[in-house]
T-cell receptor, first 114, second 115 residues
């Protein structure tokens, strides 16, 4: 069975500080990796995804994530956060087998303090 | 832009009632999904469908059923609502049946309270 673990349920940081949201996965088959973000009172939207090629992927708003196959991790980072980054972040894997399904982690609530 | 709409943002029902949650997408997507979102548990897949009249169970289908009579519409049905079904329900869609790389597009969610 596949699983995704987000190691921190809540991460409080100060504005302009760096942040890392951790994600580890377990799967017996190959996967694609995703980060989704849920802003307050909104549905989820895609932040970035790793499909192949360079293990470092970037989003348009300054987040980046690095796929580490040996550690089965896909941690999300941003060098300097803004108040507008306050949201819940979900790591997910798409199992390369059968119908398209996403398995989500538990979510990490990122709170930015001024 | 893909738009996924859900019929209600908030819904309050009583134990034992039959509940319908409706979801509509406007981009001719083949796949549609129903999740429930609970604090500390993330999103869990209830049912999904990759074609009209087709459905597959997800990880937590018990107590739920679904209907997909038209490509753009996917309904979640609680035959007899119970208090442990109080949750946020999210609908999503994606473009094609077996493309594991596809982005899923989510609706705003329906917060269901069962009293």
């Amino acid at each position: 069975a596949q699983s995704v673990t987000q190691l921190d349920s809540q991460v409080p940081v100060f504005e302009e500080a760096p942040v890392e949201l951790r994600c580890n996965y377990s799967s017996s088959v190959s996967v694609y990796l995703f980060w989704y973000v849920q802003y307050p009172n909104q549905g989820l939207q895609l932040l970035l995804k790793y499909l192949s090629g360079s293990t470092l992927v970037e989003s348009i708003n300054g987040f980046e994530a690095e796929f580490n196959k040996s550690q089965t991790s896909f941690h999300l980072r941003k060098p300097s956060v803004h108040i507008s980054d306050t949201a819940e972040y979900f790591c997910a894997v798409s199992i390369i087998q059968g119908a398209q399904k996403l398995v989500f982690g538990q979510g990490t609530r990122l709170t930015i303090n001024p | 832009d893909v738009k996924v709409t859900q019929s209600s943002r908030y819904l309050v029902k009583r134990t034992g009632e039959k509940v319908f949650l409706e979801c509509v997408q406007d981009m001719d997507h083949e796949n549609m999904f129903w999740y429930r979102q609970d604090p500390g548990l993330g999103l869990r897949l209830i049912y999904f469908s990759y074609d009209v009249k087709m459905k597959e169970k997800g990880d937590i289908p018990e107590g739920y059923s679904v209907s997909r009579e038209k490509k753009e519409r996917f309904s979640l049905i609680l035959e007899s609502a119970s208090t442990n079904q109080t949750s946020m329900y999210l609908c999503a869609s994606s473009l094609s049946g077996r493309q594991w790389t596809d982005t899923q597009y989510f609706g705003p969610g329906t917060r269901l309270t069962v009293l």
